[in-house]
């Protein structure tokens, strides 16, 4: 089932809501289910992206970081990922 980010308690659960049933095409609507499943989205992001979003709840929170705490590329994917959120820039 999925990705196996759920735990197995959860899995059951979402196999009781959803029951054993197919679509016409034979998938089973507990693999459809997963496939869309927020949960399962949100563990699809890049860990260095969720890493940077950490980085930028730091910065929020005024954490105070130093010039060299972070290695220059860092210092430039976290500027543009603020950029970004901020609504100041747009990668098309």
């Given at each position: 089932?999925?990705?196996?980010?759920c735990t197995q308690e959860e899995q059951k659960k979402c196999q009781q809501q959803i029951g054993d049933g197919m679509d016409y095409k034979g998938t089973p609507f507990i693999d459809s289910a997963c496939k869309d499943?927020?949960?399962k989205k949100s563990a699809d992001i890049n860990p260095y992206v969720i890493y940077l979003f950490n980085l930028r709840k730091l910065q929020k929170a005024r954490y105070p970081f130093h010039k060299n705490d972070l290695p220059y590329?860092?210092?430039l994917d976290l500027g543009m990922l603020n950029e970004m959120v901020d609504g100041r820039l747009r990668i098309h």
């Open positions: 089932m999925g990705l196996n980010v499943c927020d949960k590329q860092t210092w």
